[in-house]
């Protein structure tokens, strides 16, 4: 492991600041996916600033009916609290589909939202990959395919993200509030957090450096029903093959692309009258997907059909 400096940050003004100036520094919370690419030299930070003890561990209602998350509570404190449970079933049930039960303990809301790929070759640091070093090529290109993106790929990246929170949020239509390093404020709406490869793979969502998440804001429940499906090699410490998430009229992807995808031919075929089956159709077929996993492609298209069947039948 390289030599890095450390500091527990005393408040989050502090945290942002101490980040947006030193060069390679990043944050710390529960450290579940950064600290094992630190071990393996695929993440090299300089400085790590901690911002675990940070007051953003706590869940409020909102006036409007909703529920504001703070960007430091464990998954699996948030997957277990009554409010989610009762009014969030999908986001609950996304959480609990991720990885093991040791995991969500440590993992924070913000840091799921920006885990890093499970591409592999991202991971074997002896195989060329534009996310690791840009410019040095692409080695899942040509490769296994079972989780390589069928949509919004480029030929620097076929990764894709995996984070179920993400995928159960994005359905949701929530939203991410940040601190900024001048001192102000953003919000952002999941689905845009994230960024498609195009020609620089390593730039993987909208932040600036220092930028940091501090709360989730879920807008009241939809009407509807809500449902939650995810594939995988195996049941635990593997990462998804596909996922999908339904909430009321709106249908998010996993594993997909390398950023949550929102299906929105699937919403326009539903809302048309469309069958489920008919609907994830449509999504599978929309222009720019990778017909070079026709495997994937089936794959998605029979979860997405019975993952809206299931929101259907859970109203």
């Given amino acids: 492991m390289k030599p890095f400096t450390y500091e527990r940050a005393s408040n989050a003004q502090a945290a942002v600041k101490a980040v947006a100036e030193t060069p390679g520094a990043k944050f710390l919370a529960g450290g579940t996916n950064l600290l094992d690419l630190m071990k393996l030299e695929i993440e090299r930070p300089t400085h790590l600033v901690d911002v675990g003890r940070l007051p953003f561990a706590g869940i409020e209602a909102t006036a409007e009916g909703g529920l504001r998350i703070g960007g430091a509570m464990t998954n699996a404190r948030l997957a277990a609290h009554p409010k989610v449970r009762e009014l969030y079933p999908v986001l609950a049930r996304a959480i609990l589909a991720g990885a093991s039960g040791q995991l969500r303990n440590k993992a924070t809301t913000a840091g799921n939202l920006l885990q890093r790929t499970r591409c592999d070759y991202f991971y074997d640091t002896a195989k060329p990959c534009n996310k690791r070093e840009p410019g040095s090529g692409c080695s899942a290109i040509g490769g296994p395919g079972g989780y390589g993106a069928i949509f919004g790929a480029s030929e620097a990246c076929i990764a894709t993200h995996t984070s179920d929170m993400a995928v159960a949020l994005t359905a949701l239509d929530a939203s991410v509030e940040t601190m900024t ?110 017909d070079r996993r026709t495997h994937k492609i089936a794959l998605v298209r029979r979860l997405a059909a019975a993952t809206i069947e299931d929101a259907g039948s859970a109203r």
């Fill in 181 to 290: 390093p001048d001192g102000g404020t953003r919000t952002i709406k999941v689905e845009a957090l994230h960024r498609l490869p195009g020609a620089t793979p390593q730039v993987e969502t909208d932040l600036a450096a220092g930028e940091l998440i501090t709360t989730v804001v879920l807008p009241p429940p939809p009407a509807g029903g809500q449902a939650y499906a995810k594939v995988r090699d195996r049941a635990s410490y593997a990462h998804g093959l596909a996922m999908v998430a339904v909430a009321g009229g709106r249908v998010a992807f996993g594993a997909v692309a390398a950023k949550p995808w929102r299906a929105e031919q699937a919403e326009a075929a539903l809302a048309a009258g469309a069958s489920p089956a008919e609907a994830a159709t449509a999504e599978m077929a929309r222009a720019g997907a990778d």
